[in-house]
């Protein structure tokens, strides 16, 4: 659904700069996701990290010419402040021969700048007027856990007889909720929509942007606890999101839910499922759990049905009951229920990025297929794609069940492949085939995919990064597996997700103007330094830091762009640092004279350098006394320049070195201010680790330095903030073996019974311990206790999996999110950080993006 410039303007009670005629079909907040550029209306959002209007002139050139901009960031383009009039423009601090940046000129027929108070408010706004248009069924869910599988279930349900608009992945947040309900459109029959808050007040600004008629709640849990005071008063604010709906579904089991429907005074009807009260509306009268699927029956209306879903677990069980309720509210019938539940998909909610044969990456997103998610998982692969100088490939099947013509539907992903870049397609389906002609690059058409697998094109891909998204009709599992690169049979699962969420949990702790250095040293605490340090990258961490220059260098050459920190640079490696602008740190007269004329050497003049302190680590650093001299030695040379001065916490993790750790504090303000005081540029200050910045918050200074924390452990307690890594591998043997005999070498795995004994690929080359061994830890086995049996081998290992019903083939988790590695690292007695960095580059890295 497309508006005017001229609509848009005044919806929003904005001032107008430009006179540039204009129709809007897309709306933006994340320059990286650009695809119609002439049709795109960009918010630029300031955050606590970031400006949008900075990107405002690289987007201009890209072809977007519509803006919607605060009144304080519009004057500072007004007075050039955030940019210059004229053909380009240069920031202050570039030296002779920096090349200047293009920028757009000022005629007003160019674009349109709608001046606001606030993007933000604004974008909602706009939203709420889009919501206004439409007088369909909308369903609005919210909760802790299970928003996203009930929103794609719902449309697996429901999707087949009437066309649905949905929130995209889990866009469920103030800026993601408005781009959800602008998708809404002429032809759609049903929206489902996701809320949700961090924090008390959120749910306001959601509720009148999707303004649900149908309510479901999943539940209550701990998620974002830390801004509510309790459970309830969560519960409360989310089920603020239902004070206009026309039915309200919920489980009536939870005490905390129907206690606080009762206490909300909701005017809807109730649909709340109950396993106890046979007067509820929707009566579960029997669940069944079989080996592979569930059978529940139910009344409702005094009618009894039964369904049955491929899922054994609670949480999928519970999610199936609320969407039932919501399909028989619609008046879906029983029998067409009972034929769709059981066909039921996971919802894998994660974009694979998998090593592919001949120097292919590859891109497998198995979430689900429809244009929205299309754009998205392609805005991924352009990411993943641009710094590496690969061919962009994609391999797509059939869309279906969107509602929309062939000839319209396949005109919109051709558009999209041209946007996006895309140098090759192979298309899968008779509708995508009839559309070639509609594709302008590279392509290669078959009816299904079996016509593909028999054809010799998979074999001749090379040097590309390839997206493979498919409709789970079109079975692309057998696409991905002819193309992956299979090595060995023990991967560490990256999931970069929950290092985000990491990520800002720590941000969240930070006055808005700290910055955040990320340690990405030792292959980024073993989970590879490359995705990690592109992650950490697109989500604009101020540095990342790595032990030497080589790994420095290798981020570069890989098209790492953020400022980069060397934390142990080595004599030798100079040159390497000069050329690839590594920032070295110095901690003694001996590094920082021999730099100098290194630098001078090579007539570079300014080059960063970061001064470290010894406030009483006693391993590294200038000490207090030497600063005045440190001074003198760098006023007398423009060859380097101190960007930052930091120090090392010695045991901020414990209280019992809280009086030695204000000692260090009190002793890095005298000696940095020191510094500061003696030049007239602002040189960053940072002593926090992980640990000082959650119990130390005075220190954070000017940065901080983010560790283990981002890998998912607190240095605290050892607790797991959100699980990053996985360490799994896959069951080569079975056998059994009597009792009183025994298992491995030297004959150190005793038996006293008859055992079933399975063989593991990984050992302690891979980076599983020796003293893990004859019975110390265990792994998991379909999530069962297996033992480690006798000695750890080079490359093998035996469990004991007596009593678990498991075969070969099954997974192993060594460990991952049902078994923290805390456990590991407290039965060896030492630290996570060992465990993670041992992982040996022979095991495969796996990353997803859930």
Same mark, same amino acid.
């Given at each position: 659904?497309s508006?005017t410039?001229e609509?848009?303007? *005044? ?11 204009a129709t809007?079909d ?8 650009l ?14 990290r970031?400006?949008?209007a900075r990107?405002?002139?690289?987007l ?9 901009i605060?009144?304080?960031?519009? @004057?500072?383009l007004?007075?050039?402040?955030? /940019? @210059? ?7 202050k601090g570039e030296?002779k021969?920096?090349t200047?940046q293009?920028t ?17 408010k ?9 919501r206004e ?13 299970g928003k996203?599988?009930v929103k ?24 993601g ?13 049903l ?7 961090s *924090? ?5 600004a ?10 479901? /709640? ?7 606890q830390e ?10 604010e989310k089920l ?9 579904i919920?489980n ?7 206690n ?8 809807a009807?109730?649909?709340a ?7 509820r ?12 699927h ?5 009344? =409702?209306?005094?009618?009894? #049905?039964?369904f ?8 999928s069980?519970?999610?199936s009951?609320n969407c ?13 229920? $009972? ?8 919802v ?7 090593e592919?044969? %001949?120097g292919?990456?590859?891109i497998n997103d ?11 998982a392609l805005d991924?692969? &352009?990411?993943?794609s @641009?710094?590496k100088?690969?061919?962009r490939?994609l391999?797509l ?7 929309q ?12 492949v041209?946007?996006?870049g ?5 298309? &899968?389906?008779?509708?995508?085939s009839?559309c070639?002609?509609r ?5 290669y ?5 079996d ?6 094109i ?16 079109f079975?692309f ?12 049979? $023990? ?6 997700g929950?290092? &985000?969420?990491?990520? +800002?949990? =720590?941000?969240?702790?930070l006055r ?5 250095v990320?340690?990405v040293?030792a ?9 990690i340090a ?11 830091a ?7 260098? *290798?981020l ?25 602008k590594l920032?070295?740190?110095v ?8 730099l100098?004329?290194a630098?001078?050497?090579e ?6 350098i970061?001064i ?6 006693? !391993?590294?650093?200038?000490?207090e006394k030497?600063?005045?001299l440190?001074? !003198?030695?760098?006023k007398?040379q423009?060859a ?7 120090s ?7 209280p019992?070195?809280?009086?030695f ?10 000696a940095?201010?020191e510094?500061q005081d003696a030049?007239?540029? %602002?040189?960053? %200050?940072?002593?926090? #680790?992980?640990a ?11 940065m901080? %330095?983010?560790?283990?924390g981002?890998y998912?452990?607190?240095?605290i ?5 959100n699980?990053?890594s996985t ?10 073996v ?14 006293n ?8 690929p ?8 020796r ?5 110390h ?8 206790k297996?033992?480690?049996?006798? +000695?750890?081998?080079?490359?093998v290992?035996?469990i004991d ?8 083939g ?13 456990? /590991?690292?407290?039965?060896l ?6 465990i993670?960095?041992g992982i040996?580059?022979r ?6 993006q859930?």
């Amino acid at each position: 659904m497309s508006y005017t410039i001229e609509t848009i303007t *005044e919806r929003l009670g904005a001032r107008r700069v430009g006179t540039l005629e204009a129709t809007i079909d897309w709306l933006l907040t994340d320059s990286r996701s650009l695809s119609f550029p002439e049709e795109t209306l960009f918010f630029a959002l300031t955050t606590k990290r970031n400006k949008g209007a900075r990107y405002i002139p690289d987007l201009y050139e890209r072809g977007v010419r519509n803006f919607v901009i605060s009144q304080e960031d519009f @004057e500072e383009l007004e007075k050039g402040e955030g /940019l @210059e009039k004229g053909e380009g423009r240069m920031e202050k601090g570039e030296g002779k021969g920096m090349t200047a940046q293009p920028t757009f000129n000022f005629q007003l027929s160019t674009f349109n700048f709608l001046v606001v108070n606030n993007p933000l408010k604004a974008l909602q706004k706009l939203a709420e007027q889009h919501r206004e248009q439409f007088q369909i069924p909308v369903i609005g869910i919210t909760g802790s856990n299970g928003k996203t599988i009930v929103k794609e279930w719902l449309h697996q349900l429901l999707s087949p007889d009437r066309v649905i608009v949905r929130s995209p992945r889990s866009y469920n947040s103030q800026i993601g909720v408005p781009l959800s309900v602008w998708q809404m459109n002429e032809e759609a029959e049903l929206a489902i929509f996701e809320a949700g808050i961090s *924090e008390m007040g959120e749910m306001r600004a959601l509720t009148n942007m999707i303004k649900p008629t149908i309510g479901i /709640l999943t539940n209550i849990g701990g998620a974002h606890q830390e801004n509510f005071f309790s459970l309830q008063e969560k519960c409360m604010e989310k089920l603020s999101l239902f004070k206009n709906c026309d039915v309200v579904i919920y489980n009536a089991d939870n005490e905390l839910i129907s206690n606080c429907v009762a206490k909300s005074m909701l005017t809807a009807r109730e649909i709340a499922w109950s396993s106890k009260d046979a007067e509820r509306p929707l009566y579960i009268s029997r669940v069944t759990k079989k080996e592979d699927h569930t059978v529940i029956s139910y009344r =409702y209306l005094e009618m009894d #049905n039964t369904f049955c879903i491929p899922f054994i677990d609670d949480a999928s069980i519970e999610n199936s009951l609320n969407c039932l309720a919501a399909c028989l509210y619609l008046m879906m019938p029983a029998d067409q229920i $009972t034929e769709r539940m059981v066909r039921l998909e996971p919802v894998a909610m994660r974009l694979e990025v998998k090593e592919g044969k %001949r120097g292919c990456t590859l891109i497998n997103d198995s979430y689900n297929s429809d244009l929205a998610s299309l754009d998205i998982a392609l805005d991924f692969l &352009v990411r993943r794609s @641009e710094t590496k100088g690969l061919k962009r490939t994609l391999i797509l099947s059939d869309i279906l069940e969107t509602g929309q013509s062939t000839t319209t539907l396949y005109r919109k992903v051709a558009q999209l492949v041209q946007s996006r870049g895309i140098d090759k397609i192979i298309g &899968v389906g008779s509708e995508i085939s009839s559309c070639a002609a509609r594709f302008d690059v590279e392509k290669y058409f078959f009816h299904n995919t079996d016509e593909l697998m028999a054809s010799d094109i998979l074999q001749g891909l090379h040097d590309e990064v390839i997206l493979i998204k498919g409709s789970r009709a079109f079975h692309f599992d057998l696409v991905s597996d002819a193309l992956e690169l299979k090595v060995h049979e $023990t991967i560490l699962e990256v999931n970069l997700g929950a290092m &985000v969420a990491n990520l +800002n949990y =720590y941000r969240a702790m930070l006055r808005p103007e700290t910055k955040m250095v990320c340690m990405v040293k030792a292959s980024a605490y073993g989970a590879g330094s490359y995705e990690i340090a592109k992650t950490l990258q697109e989500h604009r961490v101020d540095y990342l830091a790595v032990a030497v220059a080589d790994e420095g260098a *290798e981020l570069r050459k890989a098209g790492i762009t953020s400022s980069i920190i060397i934390m142990d640079p080595e004599l030798t490696a100079f040159k390497t640092m000069f050329d690839y602008k590594l920032e070295p740190e110095v901690y003694n007269f001996h590094l920082l004279d021999a730099l100098v004329k290194a630098a001078e050497k090579e007539g570079i003049t300014n080059f960063p350098i970061h001064i470290k302190l010894d406030t009483g680590m006693h !391993r590294l650093g200038f000490s207090e006394k030497e600063v005045p001299l440190l001074i !003198r030695r760098l006023k007398n040379q423009n060859a380097l320049i101190p960007r930052s001065v930091f120090s090392h916490f010695v045991g901020s993790d414990s209280p019992q070195f809280d009086v030695f750790t204000r000692k260090q504090i009190e002793l890095f303000e005298r000696a940095s201010k020191e510094l500061q005081d003696a030049f007239p540029h %602002r040189i960053l %200050r940072h002593i926090c #680790n992980t640990a000082g910045m959650e119990r130390f918050p005075e220190a954070q200074f000017d940065m901080v %330095r983010l560790g283990i924390g981002l890998y998912g452990v607190s240095p605290i307690d050892n607790s797991i903030i959100n699980n990053v890594s996985t360490l799994k591998t896959t069951i080569l043997q079975i056998r059994d073996v009597p009792a009183e005999d025994t298992v491995g070498y030297s004959r150190k795995g005793h038996l006293n019974r008859a055992s079933r004994i399975a063989a593991i690929p990984i050992g302690y080359a891979d980076g599983l311990n020796r003293h893990l061994g004859c019975g110390h830890a265990y792994c998991l086995v379909n999530g069962k206790k297996a033992p480690y049996v006798g +000695n750890i081998c080079m490359d093998v290992c035996m469990i004991d999996v007596t009593g678990i019903d498991c075969q070969e083939g099954d997974t192993a988790i060594i460990f991952g999110d049902e078994l923290p590695i805390t456990i /590991l690292s407290d039965v060896l007695d030492t630290i996570p950080y060992e465990i993670l960095t041992g992982i040996s580059t022979r095991v495969k890295r796996v990353y997803y993006q859930d």
